[in-house]
């Protein structure tokens, strides 16, 4: 996941990868990692930006493409939910 953190991936397309049926992938991946796939890979998302923020004097438009959100509303709105801070 971390390597295609720009693309749109599916829950679908990671069971295909793991030779699963999406539901047992994402059974197993919540067991694994605490966590649904698709949570999972949007923190991923997430945190790999703010290091990118910090690290960086990248717009952040450039760092919300760059890490797969549509829009920087939609990146703004997800780091606020998740890390509780706009």
Known sequence: MQYRLSERITVE???QKAFMSRSHFSQLFHEQFGIAPHQYLLRLR???AMNQLATSDLPMKD???RYGFSSVHHFSKMFKQHFGQP
């Open 46 to 48: 997430l945190e790999t």
């Open 63 to 65: 760092i919300a493409f």
């Open 13 to 15: 397309e990671m069971a």
